[in-house]
């Protein structure tokens, strides 16, 4: 499929037409969905509508939007009024949303196709979309694979030439982390740059939505369509637009990279460790500098994830108690036992297992000793990268994930082995800054039925707050460069 500003050019020119395109794209969810369940829900007759009135708009002299004919897939905790927004989640099964997100209202008035909801972890809980009421997302790159989480259904979209654009939403790596595993640019905006209204809550001081894409110029295309203030949103930024496209090919002058030294694991995999000094090397030779920084908090980020996040969680999914909307159960004795009985029956085990950490972390006798103290560990990261920019590093530099996408059931009864799939991802959630995840390298493997396969890596750069556009611009300057993309062809 054409990208994103191929397509939204040809469609404002009248070369092609909005639905033809979205026809297209239909044509190849409906052939391959059944083998990689990247979609909870397809809108055949939703999208063709938009596309057609996207068309007559045109035909009539009015202004094209930015993303006129763009076929997008929504995350399934992103509310629209058509279909249902379910968060892959028993209790949510049958819910038709009275509203659109604020996110999904711009994209559809920038002329965006949403031809239907994305595949994730129940509630974005999770880190390879295996926990899903409709079944695990499967990665195009081999189908035996996750494809990361939880925008897994997401990423599987893009990556297998479904729709050109997908929408995630990042509470602690859920839009980089399926980017590396599936081969695209995933961004994470600074917190509150994009609205959350209508993103079905997980942790709120956390959670951002966010592009996935197969190139920056893409990515950077969608970002300034998704960002502003938005007045249901008390936590948005009263900021301009980052103009992350119109700035994309300025090169970034006298360039400064950060390398933690937290970067370089031993628990990485060999092919972590090959691609991020590829990406140094790439770097060295666009004229940038590289300087060593220490993170010293972030060894301990995953763990004040793992506080903060759940207890937020209990918190927010206290709302979905069968009373006013979702799942009731039924054959109940009273009110207690249905109130039970129906987050019991609604709620899959990870969930629950999260809803009891996070009640557990905020209860009287343990507040102080976990979550204060997970609060004050946040304050830290945050002040950890802080000391790197006031150092002169413009971006932060280290891997997306310690390694590449893991075979489907491997780690999902493991809770320490996924959760430590985010080691590189959830300190830049506790901080609230901008971060996107690049390709940058392979790794042959044995794929399905034993034939080898070759996976994506993702290297990441993270950004002072507010400043995608900058972000962008590093990454554009990497992805056009020669080394950069021998670096990414050679593999390990």
Not at 120 to 134: K, R
Not at 137 to 150: A, K, Q
Not at 155 to 169: C, D, E, N, T
Not at 253 to 281: D, F, R, Y
Request: neutral net charge; contains cysteine; hydrophobic residues 40%.
């Amino acid at each position: 499929m054409r990208s994103a500003r191929d397509i939204a050019r040809a469609v404002a020119a009248r070369e092609i037409t909005a639905e033809s395109v979205t026809r297209e794209s239909l044509g190849v969810i409906d052939r391959d969905n059944a083998r990689l369940n990247a979609f909870t829900q397809v809108f055949h007759d939703f999208a063709l509508a938009q596309a057609r009135r996207v068309d007559a708009d045109i035909a009539s002299g009015k202004p094209a939007g930015p993303l006129a004919g763009v076929p997008i897939a929504l995350k399934d905790n992103i509310c629209l009024s058509h279909g249902k927004t379910t968060c892959a989640s028993r209790l949510l099964e049958h819910y038709h949303s009275p509203f659109d997100a604020t996110a999904a209202r711009k994209l559809i008035d920038a002329g965006a196709v949403i031809v239907g909801k994305a595949n994730l972890d129940e509630y974005a809980m999770g880190s390879s979309t295996e926990h899903s009421i409709f079944g695990p997302t499967r990665n195009p790159h081999d189908l035996s694979r996750v494809p990361g989480g939880s925008s897994g259904g997401s990423a599987a979209a893009v990556a297998g030439g479904m729709v050109p654009i997908a929408i995630g939403s990042d509470t602690g790596g859920s839009i980089r982390q399926p980017a590396a595993f599936c081969g695209l640019v995933g961004v994470k905006p600074t917190y509150g740059r994009v609205s959350r209204f209508g993103l079905v809550a997980y942790a709120s001081s956390l959670d951002q939505i966010g592009p996935l894409a197969r190139d920056c110029a893409d990515a950077a295309l969608v970002l300034d369509v998704l960002c502003g203030k938005d007045e249901h949103d008390a936590t948005s930024a009263d900021l301009p637009g980052p103009n992350a496209l119109g700035t994309l090919d300025e090169p970034v002058p006298e360039l400064v990279l950060g390398v933690p030294t937290q970067a370089w694991s031993p628990a990485n995999h060999a092919g972590v460790t090959s691609a991020l000094k590829n990406t140094i090397a790439a770097c060295q030779k666009l004229g940038a500098k590289i300087v060593d920084i220490d993170l010293p908090l972030s060894d301990y980020a995953v763990a004040a994830y793992y506080i903060v996040a759940p207890a937020e969680a209990s918190s927010n999914l206290a709302r979905f108690d069968g009373v006013r909307y979702g799942r009731r159960a039924q054959g109940t004795k009273d009110l207690t036992d249905m109130l039970c009985k129906s987050r019991r029956e609604g709620f899959g085990p990870e969930v629950r297992k999260r809803i009891m950490l996070g009640t557990h972390v905020l209860s009287s006798g343990y507040y102080d000793a976990y979550y204060t103290t997970a609060l004050k560990v946040r304050r830290r990261v945050k002040d950890d990268f802080d000391t790197a920019f006031r150092a002169g590093c413009h971006a932060v530099l280290m891997p997306t994930t310690p390694g590449p996408a893991f075979m489907i059931g491997e780690k999902i009864g493991d809770a320490l082995a996924m959760y430590m799939e985010d080691v590189y991802t959830v300190g830049i959630n506790l901080a609230g800054l901008p971060a996107l995840s690049i390709p940058a390298g392979s790794v042959a493997a044995d794929g399905d039925g034993g034939g080898a396969v070759t996976l994506p890596i993702g290297v990441q750069l993270v950004g002072q707050p507010f400043e995608e556009s900058e972000l962008m611009r590093i990454a554009r300057m990497l992805e056009c460069s020669r080394e950069y993309a021998a670096g990414r062809a050679g593999g390990v």
